[in-house]
């Protein structure tokens, strides 16, 4: 876990006064793409925020500087969820800044994308870690919130996938890790009840660097015209529609816990284009 970095007055000093009557999130992975724009809209609304990156540093700089712009109080730490001592020191650097916390938002995700056709290339240290920050890194970040957020009546908001609910994605070991968050935010919303609500989004092909990164500029034109077309809604989901979903799940949706929301334009409904014709 690096160093923390954080708002500071004139004289070089952090600035705490009056940070500890805004809530607090933490959200992991969120230097860019879905988990920045969490971060940058829950600093909108009001909170404080520990702004977490693995390797994407100078991004998550500028997440930063969004957010407080904003009028967040922020932390800038770097850590791998992976790793359960830096998931430990994230929740103990948002403490012992701010006395609470009051959201979590596991969003780090890795991947490989071999696709359908070499489902069978990857070996096994690939696939333990896939699985390694995907979920075991999800379940490590709650246990570490879990007393927090149980004394603020908080919430946790786990990012899924349509992978793990339709069973297609980018590989079989991030199908199986985002499966199993799925079943293991079922689990937690029982566990964690009355005090914490545990949920997850579930989003289809999203417009963010990630999918580019992974698929190639071709290949992500290729899914993203093929989603448009056969979405009932026609459209891919922006890294904003996922983080609304996000805030909305931790500042309303009071009676739901244990909810896999799904965020795909209606893809798990089937082409729009394939309705049963009727008879006149």
Not at 184 to 190: E, V
Not at 200 to 217: E, H, K, N, Y
Request: proline residues 2%; neutral net charge; aromatic residues 4%.
């Amino acid at each position: 876990m690096s160093s923390v970095t954080g708002n500071t007055d004139s004289t070089g000093n952090v600035d705490t006064a009056d940070t500890t009557a805004r809530k607090v999130a933490i959200i992991t992975g969120s230097g860019t793409g879905v988990g920045a724009a969490t971060a940058l809209l829950l600093a909108q609304q009001g909170y404080n925020l520990v702004i977490n990156y693995s390797r994407s540093e100078a991004e998550a700089r500028q997440s930063q500087a969004a957010c407080q712009a904003a009028g967040a109080d922020t932390l800038l730490l770097r850590g791998d969820v992976a790793d359960d001592a830096d998931c430990k020191a994230m929740v103990q650097g948002a403490v012992a800044r701010w006395a609470r916390i009051d959201a979590l938002v596991n969003n780090a995700g890795i991947t490989s994308f071999t696709g359908a056709a070499n489902w069978d290339v990857l070996d096994m240290d690939t696939f333990q870690r896939i699985f390694a920050v995907n979920t075991v890194g999800a379940f490590q970040m709650v246990r570490a919130c879990a007393p927090h957020l149980k004394a603020m009546q908080g919430a946790v908001v786990n990012v899924s996938s349509i992978a793990g609910s339709l069973g297609i994605g980018s590989s079989v070991p991030y199908i199986a890790s985002k499966g199993a968050v799925n079943s293991m935010t079922l689990y937690l919303a029982r566990a964690m009840a009355p005090d914490v609500r545990v949920n997850a989004v579930c989003p289809g092909l999203i417009t963010s660097r990630w999918f580019v990164d992974g698929m190639g500029q071709e290949g992500f034109d290729k899914v993203k015209a093929l989603t448009e077309h056969n979405a009932p809604l026609q459209r891919a989901s922006t890294p904003e529609d996922v983080a609304q979903a996000i805030v909305w799940l931790l500042t309303g949706a009071r009676t739901m816990t244990g909810e896999l929301l799904l965020l795909d334009g209606g893809m798990h409904l089937g082409s729009a284009r394939m309705q049963v014709p009727g008879r006149a």
